[in-house]
């Protein structure tokens, strides 16, 4: 068939499409919508930027959380491992509760802005209180880690979601009174009513579980972290219980009348996957600023001390703070080289789910903790015990940071068909490779770790050589990943080689120009 009969033949459905849409009901809405766009084209526009700023500061306010722990100070004759426990009970602890639910509220911020699609005046107003309020988040999380016990700290972090919860609600109310400022799907939708009704009992779920946990801080205030805990895995808690329902009661439980996928509990639900690229990006991006902050706040010479130990010379000052360039230079390639495999990752996955979202977040909380990862493998006297637990907790770090980002992977490999670009499913031919890329970090980390209880007086050099030879890695893995699938089906597969031998021009000349180029 030519390209001619093809173009007719997508014209004439296009044509029949549109004659199906022009129902009584669906010409009025069509009506309404065009004579909203030309009465209040001026008043709205798109939320594209305004999605861009809230991404870029909720990111800036989830990861200087990691400041207050980031910056304890230990003494040289301090058991680091007790150090390292009171504040695994304390600040660290709170720190990441606090980055997840910073991240639910980013997460619920996305599924706000996939109903409502324009904004106007109004609407920006409220976004900006309800960002002002998440930038006051970090205030509270210091009064929470700083003083566990009081009760303050919490009731002030509490109030501040509660309030944060109330916006958006209203934001909601807001949205659904002008409809044309809500997405194509639900101002097509006979079930308005019931959307609204929907989302603003998700929406109110948070503020009511910060109510409870600021009650109970005042009675017993442990309970109160439990709850709040709970408000991060509370969709999937739901979700839980829906199911158990279902298989007790019997049947299934009624879902939403329209197939709009809008705030759902599922794990497949889908979230904007530019938004968490742009929300990741922003962590890594301030992760690594804050450890070239380190260096200009703590590895700055005083020049009073140059003048009288140096005699002005200023090379031989600088060569004291040798091991912290080296420290800061591993952590930075570290931290770019763990974005350039999110950024890999995300060049092939088509849609962003509930639950990657979740592992993403995970994996970034981790993340976030390399500033403390680069304080800590410079805090100590070379050889000590310190020095070695120092290092142990940098390899655990990185270990987990790497190994949520192939848990991602995992996820999306179970609903392949939408998540993931043909070639990195499950037998394209670039699965082993992508598999090799996300696994490098954690087998490495881990590989890292257990030279260094074995080797414990290099620990330090070991760990060094590792952060310096990943890159290096990554330049020659495809070639790596090649030879071992070669070996594997020379040992495993001889009758196919034959059948496999495709000139390399030949499969080449199959591929589109832009893996060619790649």
């Known amino acids: 068939m030519g390209e001619n009969d093809e173009s007719e033949i997508i014209e004439h459905h296009d044509d029949e499409e549109m004659e199906k849409m022009r129902t009584p009901r669906n010409q009025s809405f069509l009506e309404s919508v065009a004579s909203s766009e030309k009465d209040g084209y ?61 991240t639910v509220a980013w997460a619920a911020h996305i599924r706000l ?63 659904f009174s002008r409809p044309f400022l809500l997405s194509d799907q639900i101002q097509m939708s006979e079930n308005q009513a019931y959307y609204k009704r929907r989302i603003l009992e998700v929406i109110m779920r948070v503020p009511i579980m910060c109510l409870f946990a600021s009650v109970f801080s005042i009675i017993f205030i442990q309970v109160s972290y439990i709850i709040l805990a709970i408000v991060i895995f509370l969709p999937y808690i739901s979700q839980c219980l829906k199911w158990i329902r279902s298989k007790a009661i019997g049947g299934q439980v009624e879902d939403s009348p329209d197939s709009v996928p809008f705030y759902t509990y599922h794990p497949s639900e889908p979230l904007s996957k530019e ?107 070379k050889g000590s015990r310190n020095e070695l637990e120092a290092v142990q907790i940098s390899c655990v770090i990185i270990f987990f940071a790497g190994l949520f980002q192939l848990a991602m992977w995992v996820t999306a490999l179970f ?65 790596l990943v090649r030879v071992a699938l070669v070996l594997l089906r020379w040992l495993f597969c001889p009758a196919r080689n034959d059948l496999d031998s495709v000139p390399v021009e030949e499969e080449d000349s199959q591929l589109p120009i832009n893996d060619i180029v790649t």
């Open 42 to 102: 001026s008043s709205t526009q798109s939320s594209h930027r305004l999605l861009a700023y809230s991404d870029a500061l909720i990111s800036i306010i989830a990861t200087v959380m990691i400041l207050p722990v980031a910056h304890t100070k230990f003494q040289d004759n301090e058991e680091l491992k007790q150090s390292i426990q009171a504040l695994l009970t304390t600040k660290v602890a709170v720190y990441l509760m606090t980055f997840l639910i910073v």
């Open 113 to 175: 802005f996939q109903v409502i699609e324009r904004i106007d005046d109004t609407l920006a107003l409220l976004n900006l209180a309800c960002m002002m309020l998440i930038t006051f988040l970090p205030y509270t999380f210091s009064l929470m880690a700083t003083f566990p016990t009081n009760n303050l700290g919490i009731l002030l972090f509490c109030a501040c979601v509660m309030v944060i919860g109330l916006v958006q609600a209203l934001i909601v109310l807001y949205g």
């Open 275 to 381: 938004r968490v690229e742009a929300f990741s990006d922003g962590v890594y991006a301030i992760v690594a600023t804050l450890l070239i902050l380190d260096i200009c706040e703590d590895n700055m010479p005083d020049p009073s001390v140059v003048k009288k130990k140096f005699d002005n010379n200023l090379i031989a000052a600088l060569q004291e703070y040798g091991p912290e360039y080296l420290a800061y230079f591993g952590s930075f390639v570290t931290v770019g080289l763990l974005w350039f495999v999110h950024h890999s990752l995300f060049l092939h996955v088509t849609k962003a789910t509930r639950l990657m979202g979740l592992f993403n977040t995970f994996s970034l909380a981790f993340v976030g903790g390399l500033p403390l990862a680069y304080q800590l493998t410079q805090e100590f006297p």
């Open 415 to 479: 609903t392949e068909r939408e998540t993931l670009h043909p070639y990195v499913r499950y037998g394209g031919r670039e699965h082993a490779f992508m598999l090799a890329k996300l696994s490098l970090y954690p087998c490495v980390a881990l590989g890292t770790f257990v030279f260094t209880c074995v080797l414990s007086r290099f620990s330090t050099s070991i760990f060094h050589m590792m952060e310096i030879g990943v890159p290096f890695a990554f330049l020659v893995l495809k070639l």
